[in-house]
Nanobody, 124 residues
Framework: QVQLVESGGGLAQAGGSLRLSCVAS????????MGWFRQAPGKEREFVGA????????EYADSVKGRFDISRDTAINTLYLQMNSLKPEDTAVYYC?????????????????WGHGTQVTVSS
């Protein structure tokens, strides 16, 4: 089992940047697919992107492709989400997730473990 704790959220202006961190404890991040989801008020939780444990590469939702970058540091068991060129529509609670499936799933049911989330607010 793995425990996930996110940090790094906050307030940013449109066009700005933030970096989120997700520290995992209990198991190595390399043991899981590691991903990020977000949930805006009144909306369902949506896939942002994920790092595949098998392929060693990241996949992204079309809405963030080219602006967001996911990386991991296995030495400190941490997953990152670098968010650039932020838009007001990126405002949401961002969640870190870990999963053991053979593929990168884009729905919540594809993931096994979740953090508590960190708020990101982008002002226009």
């Amino acid at each position: 089992q793995v425990q996930l704790v996110e940090s790094g959220g906050g307030l940013a202006q449109a066009g700005g940047s933030l970096r989120l961190s997700c520290v995992a404890s209990g198991r190595a991040v390399s043991s899981y697919n590691m991903g990020w989801f977000r949930q805006a008020p009144g909306k369902e939780r949506e896939f942002v992107g994920a790092f595949s444990r098998s392929a060693g590469v990241a996949e992204y939702a079309d809405s963030v492709k080219g602006r967001f970058d996911i990386s991991r540091d296995t030495a400190i068991n941490t997953l990152y989400l670098q968010m650039n060129s932020l838009k007001p529509e990126d405002t949401a609670v961002y969640y870190c997730a870990a999963g053991t499936s053979l593929w990168i799933g884009t729905t919540q049911n594809d993931w096994d473990y979740w953090g508590h989330g960190t708020q990101v607010t982008v002002s226009s």
